[in-house]
């Protein structure tokens, strides 16, 4: 089986939990980089299949080290894709969290973005808010805002993988020129209970240490976050009563147990 050490410590998946996302800037190689620029838009399955994908992106140590952390050893890893690709200026996405979002503390699912090509402002980054995968709405509930204290603009290097909490609010932002913008995002997810799963700094588990409010949020919602952000973190580690169905229930949920992957 292929070997992918957990690259999290303890510090970092507690700034995943109350974050919502991890990025890692610059991970996948120019070269690989380039390869994507003729990919077309819509859905992927043979593209991602392949072990020039696996390799350079989907197992790829730093980004498979951190589903790794948050998932479990053998967890799935994607075997479809969709590319969002944008030419065209215009007007922005609305805000909203995709499919069907899932509700209870444990991680079991990590949603990617991977960036071929560098995403400058004008080009209509991705826009995310940090620390909203805690906060489960309608999602026609929340088309309707326009920028939000705390909001981040996705403008990353080219080969930049954002790797996120399913439920995280996030847009297309504007696009005002007429260049390519792509977007390849895929998922992981989990296949077996925790039992923190990451890098351990001692074999002693630490209390949750909440990192204090978002921008854009108050007093009690923040004693919430805390709240919601200690449930995880038992669960993570392997202390929380509550099972969940393992893999997730999705609309889609397509992957491979990493055990049984072989690369020529
Ligand atoms: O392309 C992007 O930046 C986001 C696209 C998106 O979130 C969606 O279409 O669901
Ligand atoms: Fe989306």
Redesign the pocket.
């Known amino acids: 089986m292929i070997h992918i050490e957990p690259t999290l410590n303890d510090t970092q998946v507690m700034q995943f939990i109350h974050n919502g996302y991890i990025m890692l800037e610059r991970i996948v190689d120019a070269d690989f980089n380039c390869d994507c620029q003729s990919v077309p838009g819509g859905h992927l399955s043979d593209f991602v299949c392949t072990d020039e994908f696996r390799r350079n992106v989907l197992l790829h140590p730093g980004v498979a080290g951190v589903a790794r952390s948050l998932l479990g050893e053998d967890f799935l890893v994607p075997t479809s894709a969709h590319h ?1 690709l ?1 030419e065209a200026a215009h007007l922005g ?1 609305t805000w ?1 969290s ?1 499919g069907l979002t899932e509700r209870g503390y444990g991680i079991t699912h990590l949603q990617c ?1 991977y960036y071929p090509k560098a995403v400058k402002i004008e080009d ?4 995310i808010l940090p620390g909203s995968h805690h906060r489960l709405v309608d999602r026609e509930a929340i088309a309707h805002y326009g920028d939000i204290l705390g909001q981040l603009s996705l403008t990353v290097p080219a080969g930049t993988v954002a790797m996120t909490r399913y439920g995280i609010w ?4 504007p696009k005002l020129n007429a260049d390519r913008r792509g ?1 390849i ?1 895929f998922s992981y997810f989990r296949t077996a209970m925790p039992q923190r799963d990451w890098a351990r700094d001692s074999d002693e588990m630490p209390p949750y240490q909440h990192a204090g409010r978002h921008a854009y949020v108050t007093e009690v919602e923040s004693y919430r976050d805390r709240r919601r952000g200690e449930l995880t973190w038992r669960w993570l580690c392997g202390l929380a009563e509550v099972e969940e169905p393992l893999p997730p229930v999705q609309m889609f949920n397509s992957g491979i147990p990493l055990s049984e992957i072989l690369l020529r």
């Open positions: 969002h944008f996405q909203h995709d973005y209509g980054p991705t826009m996030h847009k297309a932002g977007m995002k």
